[in-house]
Structure formats: structure tokens, C-alpha cells
């Protein structure tokens, strides 16, 4: 069981975190930099074990310039190693794209402390002791289970806001689905609405439609103009030889303004994914049945990939999958080519010719009429073929 909250470390604690963000970032962009240059030479690729080796017994030892990497955390410094070897994998193997340098703003590295001892990483109701760190207390007390066995966790940045993720060992109790006295229900997740639930009258509307939404998302634009202008401005100014109002710590401010957004945007519609699938397993259905939708083949559509993106369909099906396995509940997963849109609810008809600007089903069998989202989620319920997540 996995869990991430929010801390509030001291100012020291802030330097130490920030320090070892700042190193294990530059050894992920070290080990792609040497490594693509060990190709170019010798067509030969270096794991991560090879290059700790190198790095720790001939590198640093031979430029004294850089021993402010033996500053920080090993365990973590090994981690971005592994994880840079990791991505190359998967380059390799053509399961992605060539592997990027990580940027300091986008602030995606997170600090990795296995648990070696068993002082290591100890919690309790209003603090938790991270290794190298020490105690740090944190906002929310009593989220995480005290005294619970923890066999890792990372620490990360985000917004001006430190979080720690812990990965503990504990006995998740699964309640009985005999309590389920309900029938299965279909689940169809789209874009005009969120989720079209098939025992419901009125489905789950967008999030994103709402004006609170609206608005942050206006404001987000407006602070990203800022940014954009406040770098232009710096180009200008070091053309200058110093001349202008643009600094890079007025820069850095308006870094922390946009993130802050993106993460507002992202707590709202996070939330809203809660609650939708909190309400459903409320009801205590049979089975939930859902579509195994193609998110990276639908976010090819140029016109729909914004608005696709920011559904968060992955996080919904693995928030969804959890809830169920906790509650007893059977989650069936349906082909991605099965027609449910398709499909005639009440007598099986399969119209070939319906498009995706039709939004009304109309059976060309027995002319039954309905709302093309609610068919596809009754055809969800009644799905035959099926695997079990």
C-alpha cells in the first residue's frame, strides 16, 4: 500500500532536500550524456552498475570539482543511475522515445531511500523520519498508519511544496461482495460527460466544463503569457550587457505561480475522479464493467488530445481497480473493439454506419431511441466477453 502526503520541513531540511534533488538530477542527465557519448565511440551501451563503478572509483575521485556529489544520499544517487538505465531500456526495446535530459522547472526527480535499517524510516501521528533527512513533520496527521513496516519511499517537490511517498506492508481487509445485492452496472467514459453510469438517469458531467475550471485555466494562460515574455525579456537583456528589468529570480517566481496552477488544476480534477468512483462502489453493484480504452491512440486526434488529457482516464481505471478489490466488487475490463456504441441495447442490432458526430442512437432494427453514452453503458453491463483485472 502506497501513500503520499504532504510535509512541512525546516528550513535546513528544505537546503538538504533541494541539494539532493539538484544532484540526483544532474547524475540522470550525467549518465544519458556519458552514455550516449560511450555509444557514439565503442557501440556499446553502460549499465548502471558499470557506471556507478566508474563514477565513484575513477571520476570523482580524479575531479575534486565534483565531490559535492558524495554530499547527498547515495541510495538516491544510485536510484537516478538505475532509473537512466531504465529509460535506455526502453529506447531500446522501441517501448519509447530517446530518453530526455531532465530540466530543473519541470521538477520531475524524486528522491528515492530504501529501507536498509530498521531506524530508517520510522512514522508516527505527526512526523516521519526520513533517512539522511531526519524528522520532518507532516500536514496531515494520522494519514499514514503508525508504526506501519515500510519497505521504501521518495521524497518530491512540486509548486514550492514538498511531499514524501511511502511504500508500507500492511493487511488490507477485503469486505465480502455477498453484502453486494445489487446487479453490475457499465461505466462508459467519454468527453461531453465524464462518466455515464447505466443504472443512473443523469451521468457524471465534465469537470473541466465547470467555471471554476474555466477560469483557472484562463488564469493559467494568462500567467504562462507572462512567463514567455519574462524569458524573451532576459534574451534581450544579456544582448544588452545587462541592461533591463528581467532577472532570473523574477523568472523563477513566476515558475512557482504557473506550477501552482498546474497543480490546483490537477488537485481539482483528481478530487472529482474520487468522488465519482467513491459514489458507484457506495452503491454496492455486483460487477462494474468498463471499456479498455486506447488513451495513447486516442491523443493522436490533434483536435480531441486536450480534452482527452485531461479526463485522466488511466488514473480513474487504477483508482477504480483498488476501490473494487477493497470492496469485493468484480471489475470486468471489455475489448477496446467491442461495438458498444454500436450496438442496439434492447434487441442486439449492430449499426457499421454510426459516427462519432451522432450522439443520439437509433436502432435501424426496432427504431429504439436513446442517448448514444447511456447505450454504450448498458451494452457495458450486459458485456458477455470480458477478462477479469
Not at 457524471?204 to 507572462?226: M, P, S
Amino acid at each position: 500500500m502506497a501513500y503520499k502526503t504532504e510535509i512541512n520541513p525546516t528550513f535546513e531540511q528544505i537546503q538538504r532536500i533541494n541539494q539532493t534533488i539538484g544532484v540526483c538530477r544532474f547524475i540522470y542527465n550525467f549518465y544519458l550524456a556519458h552514455n550516449k557519448q560511450v555509444y557514439e565511440k565503442e557501440k556499446c551501451f553502460l549499465s548502471g552498475m558499470e557506471f556507478s563503478k566508474w563514477l565513484n572509483n575513477e571520476f570523482i575521485p580524479n575531479n575534486a570539482e565534483y565531490s559535492w556529489i558524495k554530499d547527498v544520499s547515495s541510495k538516491a544517487v544510485k536510484q537516478s543511475i538505475m532509473n537512466g538505465e531504465k529509460a535506455y531500456r526502453r529506447f531500446f526495446k522501441e517501448q519509447s522515445k530517446f530518453p530526455k535530459f531532465k530540466k530543473k522547472n519541470n521538477q520531475n526527480v524524486k528522491i528515492y531511500f530504501p529501507k536498509n535499517n530498521k531506524t530508517d524510516w520510522v512514522i508516527e501521528r505527526h512526523r516521519i523520519k526520513i533517512p539522511t533527512i531526519g524528522w520532518v513533520r507532516l500536514k496531515e496527521f494520522g494519514y499514514i498508519p503508525i508504526n506501519s513496516k515500510v519497505t521504501s519511499g521518495t521524497v518530491s517537490q512540486r509548486a514550492g511544496r514538498y511531499y514524501v511517498s511511502v511504500l508500507v506492508e500492511e493487511d488490507i481487509q477485503i469486505q465480502n461482495n455477498n453484502t453486494n445485492t445489487n446487479q453490475g452496472i457499465g461505466i462508459d467514459l467519454g468527453i461531453a460527460d465524464f462518466a455515464i453510469v447505466s443504472n443512473l438517469e443523469e451521468p457524471y458531467k465534465n469537470i473541466n466544463k465547470t467555471i471554476k475550471v474555466k477560469k483557472l485555466e484562463k488564469k493559467l494562460k494568462r500567467e504562462q503569457t507572462k512567463l514567455s515574455r519574462k524569458y524573451e525579456s532576459l534574451k534581450l537583456r544579456s544582448k544588452n550587457k545587462g541592461k533591463g528589468d528581467v532577472t532570473r529570480q523574477n523568472i523563477q517566481k513566476q515558475v512557482v505561480r504557473v506550477q501552482k496552477l498546474h497543480q490546483r488544476l490537477a488537485n481539482i480534477r483528481g478530487d472529482y475522479n474520487n468522488k465519482v468512483i467513491s459514489e458507484v462502489v457506495k452503491t454496492k453493484p455486483q460487477y462494474i464493467t468498463i471499456e479498455d480504452l486506447n488513451v495513447s491512440g486516442m491523443m493522436k486526434n490533434r483536435h480531441l488530445a486536450r480534452a482527452i488529457a485531461q479526463q485522466n482516464f488511466s488514473s480513474f481505471r487504477t483508482k477504480l481497480q483498488y476501490k473494487c478489490y477493497v470492496n469485493g466488487i468484480e471489475l470486468r475490463i471489455v475489448g477496446r473493439f467491442y461495438p458498444s456504441s454500436k450496438t442496439c441495447s434492447k434487441c442486439g442490432t449492430i449499426d457499421k454506419d454510426l459516427k462519432l458526430s451522432d450522439r443520439t442512437y437509433i436502432c435501424t432494427g426496432c427504431g429504439y431511441v436513446i442517448d448514444r453514452d447511456k447505450n454504450a453503458s448498458i451494452n457495458l453491463a450486459n458485456a458477455k466477453t470480458y477478462k477479469i483485472a
